[in-house]
């Protein structure tokens, strides 16, 4: 029992003596000192939420105190000194008044500057300087602390879409000036899709078990539109000729309302919409620098295609001769495509921050297609009665779709990416609105029945680019 005694005396002297003898620290948050570097805890050099004592003097997990490397009771410059604030000397070089509480004069009440920029971080506004080209680069560098291997992930995404989309339906000449004369307006002048008009894609991932989540996707909203009108010449000559009478050959001179014509236009338009519901499994490769996943969903797209012609005549075909010779052909068509989808997309990390990646899609689908034709002419009878008729009617038809996706992230913070995409959305069997000549030559000639505007098909391709943000929780 003696030499326990002695022994336990011996190693707590020992103990006392290690104590004596090591370099000052404290354990509650005033100095912490190592070799050629000193800690700062518990002041207003950092923030309020690292304000409290480093337990046992060892740092925690995403401890944030500055880190200086100068020994301890040295002279240093009031710059290099500076922690986590422009106070006193250095943060007064704003100047007074609201400018100088911007740029670092004076600390808000967290003890910390004010600086517009930085909080009092010591960025170059509110120590008086420019910032130099070095500290520009490296505020542009990609965030790099989820590593090289970080699995593909965000929680919801905004982007603006600009995209432009193939046409269908007639082609051809729709007017000439003169009988069987020089064509003045095609149909092709009228294609809506071949400009880039601006939507919107939105998403958002929720997880749904391990490296799975469901995702539910909207893009669209892009809306085309186009007028193309053509004028007699001489003006008010009744020069222009339709392709509803074979361009005045059938019958000779054409018709009263759609030939001998002061004007004639067409107008079309087009709208898009698409929307995604999918759960999605993703896998890293054997050394994180690529991954991949596949999906399985239900996929809908909306494609509206609107095409009017219309026709306007002299003053002189009325039963008082005052008013004038029109016809009109308003064909408006609505494309629902629904059904199962799957997918797989390939990514690339190229280095932290970086990624790059491209997927494809395929859907088989039922295309339900709704077709509306409003024709108006005012020379039904030989009173030059104006009259109107709806013609409507639906048809189904089982179809594919495909989807190519390619896209660039940059990822700017642990939450916020930019991403800039390209997209190919193609499907087949899709109507187009049209000018069927068959049914307003029965129209015009006020025939007893009118046949039903026939359903020609055309493939759909939709592409253009988009770029916007990624949020991650």
Known sequence: ????????????????????????????????????????????????????????????????????????????????????????????????????????????????????????????????????????????????????????????????????HSQGGPSGVATTSGVAGTPVLSFSDANTGDSLKGGIRLSTAIMFGPSSNM?????????????????SDPAGSETLYSLISGFGTSPNGGFDDTDRSVNQTLRGESKFHSGEWNYRRRSMGQYGRFQS?????????????????????????????????????NDRVKNNLFGPQAGVDLWWNV??????????????????????TIM???????????????????????????????TAIYRLSHSWSVKASYHLLAADDVIFGSVDVPSARDFVNNAATIREPGFSRDSLVVQGATIGAEYMW
Request: charged share 20%; glycine share 12%; proline share 4%.
């Open 1 to 164: 029992m003696r030499r326990f005694y002695l022994i336990s005396r011996t190693w707590l002297a020992i103990a006392v003596a290690i104590f004596a003898l090591s370099p000052a620290s404290s354990v509650f948050g005033q100095l912490v000192e190592h070799a050629g570097f000193t800690y700062y805890e518990g002041s207003n050099f950092s923030p309020d939420i690292y304000s409290q004592p480093s337990p046992y003097g060892v740092m925690p997990v995403g401890f944030a105190s500055p880190l200086r490397p100068f020994m301890a009771h040295e002279d240093h410059a009031c710059e290099a000194e500076i922690g986590g604030g422009c106070e006193d000397e250095c943060g007064g070089r704003g100047g007074s008044g609201l400018l100088g509480g911007l740029f670092g004069n004076g600390a808000s009440a967290d003890g910390r500057s004010g600086c517009l920029f930085c909080r009092g971080s010591r960025c170059g506004f509110c120590m008086n300087r420019l910032i130099t080209l070095p500290e520009l680069f490296d505020s542009l560098r990609p965030y790099q602390g989820a590593g090289l291997s970080a699995l593909r992930w965000y929680d919801a995404s905004v982007e603006a879409t600009f995209l432009s």
């Open 215 to 231: 995702e539910v996707t909207y893009m669209g909203g892009n809306e085309w539109d186009r007028i193309v009108s053509v004028d």
């Open 293 to 329: 996943s596949w999906l399985v969903g239900l996929r809908y797209v909306r494609f509206d295609s609107t095409l009017n012609y219309s026709t306007r005549g002299a003053l002189n075909n009325s039963q008082s001769s005052n008013l004038p010779r029109f016809f009109s052909s």
């Open 351 to 372: 280095r932290p921050g970086i990624n790059l990646g491209v997927g494809v899609k395929g859907a088989w689908v039922q295309n339900d297609s709704k077709r509306q």
């Open 376 to 406: 108006t002419s005012n020379s039904l009878s030989g009173f030059a009665t104006p009259g109107t008729v709806i013609l409507e009617e639906t048809r189904r038809k089982g179809t594919v779709l495909g989807e190519l996706e390619a």
